[in-house]
């Protein structure tokens, strides 16, 4: 069995991981070839657009590497729902935009098995929880407002 040196997590653009910051200084203190880090993260990801990766690399002793991706983080896959730039910097009050319990579901879908959740319903209330320190308004289906919204 490999003795662990050292587990790296970092979050990298889908198929755009090059030696520079924040992957090189990272890997390279830990004398991992960063080049075939590089290599091997963009083969698996280049079909994932411009998504942000988390990335979960166990180094071994031997300056071998494996790594494990999860799924891209709930605010990236709400603002990407939404055609969003950015969250609120005052979500309390400055709201920037809805989101309804359908897109809701098809996040947490995405998100579930990297959640700490049970059943949808609960990775439902975690990516709402997300949402709404976003300043993204939570929906229902029969929102009059979401209605109106589809009318205009």
Avoid: Y
């Avoid at 989101?99 to 579901?105: C, D, G, N, V």
């Amino acid at each position: 069995m490999k003795e662990v040196k050292a587990i790296v997590k970092l979050q990298i653009p889908a198929g755009k991981a090059t030696p520079s910051p924040p992957v090189g200084p990272a890997l390279g203190q830990h004398g991992v070839n960063i080049q075939d880090f590089c290599v091997r993260f963009n083969d698996q990801t280049k079909d994932k657009g411009g998504d942000i990766i988390p990335v979960e690399i166990t180094i071994w002793e031997d300056q071998t590497f494996d790594f494990s991706m999860k799924s891209p983080p709930a605010s990236q896959l709400i603002k990407k729902a939404l055609s969003l730039k950015k969250g609120s910097g005052v979500p309390q009050k400055d709201k920037v935009g809805k989101i309804t319990e359908q897109q809701l579901e098809e996040i947490a879908e995405k998100k579930k098995e990297d959640l700490n959740a049970n059943d949808i319903e609960a990775a439902k209330k975690i990516v709402a929880g997300t949402a709404r320190s976003m300043g993204v308004t939570v929906v229902k289906k029969d929102d009059p407002a979401i209605l109106k919204n589809k009318q205009n």
